[in-house]
């Protein structure tokens, strides 16, 4: 029978606790040997270039990107001056008339009078040699001039001027070189513009106000240089009219034709005569 002190030497206490204070002291050197060298590692010098401080570097600046800003349109052209004196018509009075090349030369074409819209033919003049008159034709291709005699023919004057300037779509309308009215209008799209050049009314024709076109239209010897026809029978000739899409106003949205608010073109239209130049710019 053992005596209380016989217990093998894993089971006295002295031994025990010598064993706890064994691995105690052997897992403190270990932990403490790897935090040194942990701690070595990431104390470890590092080279570092130190400047006196007058030797700092000037900072870089600071680069500010700006946002992306769409760019303004191109600024319109100005409005060319308008000429202040009246503008001379001629009415034929006979069914057809003749057209030369040059006075007294070689006839080039022949007029119908009444036109082929069913109007009385007007004739703008351009120049004027004793019983000839230059004048400019309702007629492709655009501006046609020529020369007829003076003999069978009435004339009148066209105090008025129109200016219609495609990039700031607006219509101005002169008398005696001086802005008298005007108005934005809507001009051609771009793949179907209304065409540049130096024209004149053709004839003021009202319409119906609950007509698509507005209640009136003028009627101008520009043609399209895109479209050969508008509608059924005609002869791809330009106007300007009213509409009934009032908010086309003031944009880019014709076939080629100009459109007005519908009290705007009853006003013009009630103002201006055939024979009335009209100048179609940028």
């Known amino acids: 029978m053992r005596r209380r002190n016989d217990r093998p030497a894993t089971e006295r206490p002295e031994v025990v606790v010598l064993a706890f204070a064994v691995v105690a002291l052997l897992s403190t050197s270990v932990s403490t040997a790897f935090v040194r060298s942990s701690e070595a590692r990431a104390t470890a010098p590092v080279a570092v270039a130190v400047t006196s401080p007058s030797e700092s570097p000037t900072p870089a600046p600071l680069v500010v990107v700006p946002a992306t800003v769409e760019a303004p349109p191109t600024a319109c052209p100005a409005a060319p001056a308008m000429p202040a004196g009246d503008t001379l018509v001629v009415h034929p009075q006979t069914a057809q008339v003749t057209v030369y090349r040059t006075p007294s030369g070689i006839p080039v074409r022949t007029l119908t009078n009444p036109t082929r819209d069913h109007q009385p033919l007007h004739l703008r003049v351009m120049e004027t040699k004793g019983r000839w008159h230059r004048v400019q ?3 492709r291709p655009n501006s046609t001039t020529g020369w007829v005699l003076a003999d069978g023919i009435t004339s009148s004057r066209a105090p008025y001027r129109i200016l219609i300037q495609r990039c700031s779509r607006r219509l101005t309308l002169y008398k005696g070189g001086r802005a008298v009215f005007s108005e ?3 001009v051609g799209k771009e793949k179907t513009p209304t065409p540049l050049g130096d024209f004149y009314v053709d004839f003021v024709e009202p319409w119906r106000p609950s007509s698509p076109y507005g209640p009136w239209l003028i009627s101008v010897t520009g043609f399209s240089e895109v479209y050969s026809t508008f509608g059924a029978g005609g002869v791809g000739q330009i106007g300007i009219h009213g509409t009934q899409a ?4 003031g944009k880019p949205t014709s076939n080629g034709c100009i ?6 073109i009853t006003r013009l239209s009630t103002t201006v005569v055939a024979g009335t130049p009209v100048l179609i710019v940028d």
């Open 137 to 139: 034709m309702p007629e």
């Open 184 to 186: 934005p209008v809507a």
């Open 246 to 249: 009032q908010t086309s106003v």
């Open 259 to 264: 459109r007005m608010h519908n009290d705007a």
